[in-house]
T-cell receptor, first 113, second 117 residues
Framework: KQEVTQIPAALSVPEGENLVLNCSFT??????LQWFRQDPGKGLTSLLL?????REQTSGRLNASLDKSSGRSTLYIAASQPGDSATYLC????????????FGTGTRLQVFP | NAGVTQTPKFQVLKTGQSMTLQCAQD?????MSWYRQDPGMGLRLIHY???????DQGEVPNGYNVSRSTTEDFPLRLLSAAPSQTSVYFC????????????????FGEGSWLTVV
């Protein structure tokens, strides 16, 4: 059974720091992996999607990498800002013909001025 | 476009009561789904629909019922509420299943907080 783990569960950093969020999955046979942002009381917003054939994706100050063989993905946030404060979730899609995303429990990030 | 709209935002139910969580999208998306989010467990898929008139079960379907009579609406019914159904419920949509398998963006509603006492 695929399990997705995110460590740490919470992170507090000063503004301007570069930081890395981790996502681990137990079964390397995934179709793709997505990173989401969730603000308090809000839904999820898709940030980056990495297909299983890709190694990384970039959007602005965000860079997500994928290492299927080791069952790991990282989300790198450069020059963090208070507006980056949110919960970040990763989710894996198991195969081409499945509708289910397996979510991690998230990392709650606080960036203080 | 309003995107994905969920109502109500908050609801308190007594054990045994029934209710419907509403979900509507105005993006003409074929694919809609319901997830629940519980502390320490991540989001889990309850039911999904690939188009009007077609629904299927996800990972945790027991105690819930869905229907899809129109493209826009995908209500989630709690038949007889139990304290274990206390959770945050999210509705999501994507344009179609082909797009979904290509890894297109999934759109989430803002959630419905349900407490069963």
């Amino acid at each position: 059974k695929q399990e997705v783990t995110q460590i740490p569960a919470a992170l507090s950093v000063p503004e301007g720091e570069n930081l890395v969020l981790n996502c681990s999955f137990t079964d390397s046979a995934i179709y793709n992996l997505q990173w989401f942002r969730q603000d308090p009381g809000k839904g999820l917003t898709s940030l980056l999607l990495i297909q299983s054939s890709q190694r990384e994706q970039t959007s602005g100050r965000l860079n997500a990498s994928l290492d299927k063989s080791s069952g790991r993905s990282t989300l790198y946030i450069a020059a963090s800002q208070p507006g980056d404060s949110a919960t970040y979730l990763c989710a894996v899609q198991l195969s081409y013909n499945t509708d289910k995303l397996i979510f991690g429990t998230g990392t709650r990030l606080q960036v203080f001025p | 476009n309003a995107g994905v709209t969920q109502t109500p935002k908050f609801q308190v139910l007594k054990t045994g009561q029934s209710m419907t969580l509403q979900c509507a999208q105005d993006m003409n998306h074929e694919y809609m789904s319901w997830y629940r989010q519980d502390p320490g467990m991540g989001l889990r898929l309850i039911h999904y629909s690939v188009g009007a008139g077609i629904t299927d079960q996800g990972e945790v379907p027991n105690g819930y019922n869905v229907s899809r009579s129109t493209t826009e609406d995908f209500p989630l019914r709690l038949l007889s509420a139990a304290p274990s159904q206390t959770s945050v419920y999210f509705c999501a949509s994507i344009p179609d299943r082909v797009t979904w398998f290509s890894g297109n963006t999934i759109y989430f509603g803002e959630g419905s907080w349900l407490t069963v006492v």
